[in-house]
Nanobody
Framework: QVQLVESGGGLVQAGESVRLSCAAS????????MAWFRQASGREREFVAA????????YYADSVKCRFTISRDNAKNTVYLQMKSLKPEDTAVYYC??????????????????WGQGTQVTVSS
């Protein structure tokens, strides 16, 4: 099982940028597809972005497309989420998650094998 630790959250103003990092340890990082989810207070967890094990394909929720970029560095066992043009509605706890790489990547949370503890991102207006 891979262990995940997020960092990089904080309080920012609307329109600003933040980069989240998720460091993995344990199993071979390159054997996992990776994703970011978020959960706002009082709301269900939602998918944000995902990246295949080799970085070859990326996927985004419509709400963050063109503003967020997911990337990974397999040499550093780290996945990133670059967030630009932040809006107050992006305020949430952001979680990274790992899913063992298979031919099909499933975006629902229950399909992921490991989760980080989360990092809070608060966007003030």
């Amino acid at each position: 099982q891979v262990q995940l630790v997020e960092s990089g959250g904080g309080l920012v103003q609307a329109g600003e940028s933040v980069r989240l990092s998720c460091a993995a340890s344990g199993r071979t990082f390159s054997g996992y597809d990776m994703a970011w989810f978020r959960q706002a207070s009082g709301r269900e967890r939602e998918f944000v972005a995902a990246i295949r094990w080799n970085g070859g394909s990326t996927y985004y929720a419509d709400s963050v497309k063109c503003r967020f970029t997911i990337s990974r560095d397999n040499a550093k066992n780290t996945v990133y989420l670059q967030m630009k043009s932040l809006k107050p509605e992006d305020t949430a706890v952001y979680y990274c998650a790992a899913q063992q790489a298979k031919p099909i990547l499933t975006f629902i949370g229950e399909a992921f094998d490991a989760w980080g503890q989360g990092t809070q991102v608060t966007v003030s207006s």
